[in-house]
Structure formats: C-alpha cells, structure tokens
C-alpha cells in the first residue's frame, strides 16, 4: 500500500540551526515527490519536485534530496518567516490508472525562534 | 506562473442555506481540480476529484449531494455546500493540476466557512 510518513511531527529551531526534516515513502513506480509548505490558514505554496534517487533542489535556504526510499528537506541557517509546517506528498498509483491523487504526509510543524 | 485562486476567501452562512466556493486557474489549463477539506492542526483530506467535462469522483464518505462540484471549463471548478450545517464549517482548499505537466498539484489560498 502507498504510504508517506514525515518526522518529527514538530521541530523548534533557534535562528541559525540547521536541520532536517524527513519523508519516507512506499509507493510503487514513484512518479515524482513534492514538497510544500503552508502557513496557517493558507493553502499549500508548491515549493520542490524531485523524480529520481539523487536529485537536489533548492530554493534560498531550502534544499531538498531524494533517494530511493525517502527524501529529505534540509534547512540551512533558518529563519522566524521559515516557520510553517511542511508537507510531503507522491502522487498514488491505484492499478494501472492514472488519478494524479496525492498520498500527503501528516506534516512536520517548524518553529524557528529568533 | 502555476497560480490558484479561490473565492471567497472567507464565508459565513446561516444553517440549512447553500454556498458557493469557486476555484480558477489563473495561468494554466486544469483538466483535473481536486477540493480538500483541513481541519485544525491535521493534513488535508480529499473529498473529490473533479475532470472537465465530465462527473466529479468524491472520496469514500462524503455525501455527493452535500458537496455538488461541478468543472464547467479548463479554468474554473465550483463547489456548492447545500443545506449547510455547522459541522459542515471548515477550511476547504482546492488544487489544479497542469495539463500537460506531470502530477503536481497547486493550491488555491482555500475558503473559510463558517455555518451559523
């Protein structure tokens, strides 16, 4: 079964420290994994799509990685106006058919402190 | 490029009557709209996916005749709450997905409602 988890759940970051957030996937014939963020209130803003193991994006202090089994947001030197949370998602293979649905994780909460 | 938008951003609405969220893709073609529905502090939930031209698909579990979306054109999906009630208040968001791109989504700002 197609399955998206994110941890941790919620991060607290001092202004400047660096860290990680992590999505793992199981899904069968992976068909990109998109990475966005939502403010509270908000809709989504798209940020990243990674394809294939090995890919590298990256948008400011934003940069996000694939690899076979996960994919990983890194934050560098992060600042207050980082906090959102950030979801992950991959679009769901159901048989042969193409739903283009997307399989969210549950988020990762970041709080950036100053 | 790739932007969504909704309207309205936010409504209140007394209790039995019927409301209407609009959803547009201002800058790309959109063969496929989705509507989500959050609740604080939990991920989106799917409620249907809707094709232009042609009958919206809903989740196991939400009622098609509570929820009617309708996705006249390339550009614009409609959903209508009908006989609202308050457990229906929520934040509802739609997506579009590109045509001719591959599977991403982009989200509207979403549509707080509020039933009195």
């Known amino acids: 079964e197609d399955q998206v988890t994110q941890s941790p759940e919620a991060l607290r970051l001092q202004e400047g420290e660096s860290s990680s957030l992590n999505c793992s996937y199981t899904v069968s014939g992976l068909r990109g994994l998109f990475w966005y963020r939502q403010d509270p209130g908000k809709g989504p803003e798209f940020l990243f799509t990674?394809?294939?193991a090995g890919e590298e994006k990256e948008k400011e202090r934003l940069k996000a990685t694939l690899t076979k089994k996960e994919s990983f947001l890194h934050i560098t030197a992060p600042k207050p106006e980082d906090s959102a949370t950030y979801l992950c998602?991959?679009?769901?293979?159901?048989?042969?058919?193409?739903?283009?649905?997307?399989?969210f994780g549950q988020g990762t909460t970041l709080q950036v402190k100053p | 490029g790739a932007v969504v938008s909704q309207h309205p951003s936010w409504v209140i609405c007394k209790s039995g009557t019927s409301v209407k969220i609009e959803c547009r893709s201002l800058d790309f073609q959109a063969t496929t709209m989705f509507w989500y529905r959050q609740f604080p502090k939990q991920s989106l939930m799917l409620m249907a996916t809707?094709?232009?031209?042609?009958?919206?698909?809903?989740e196991q579990g939400v009622e098609k005749d509570k929820f009617l979306i309708n996705h006249a054109s390339l550009t614009l999906s409609t959903l209508t709450v009908t006989s609202a009630h308050p457990e229906d208040s929520s934040f509802y968001i739609c997506?579009?997905?590109?045509?001719?791109?591959?599977?991403?989504?982009?989200f509207g700002p979403g549509t707080r409602l509020t039933v009195t």
């Open positions: 809707s094709n232009e031209g042609s009958k919206a698909t809903y």
């Open positions: 990674l394809y294939s």
């Open positions: 997506s579009a997905r590109d045509y001719g791109t591959s599977y991403e989504q982009y």
């Open positions: 998602a991959v679009p769901m293979r159901h048989g042969s058919s193409n739903t283009g649905k997307l399989i």
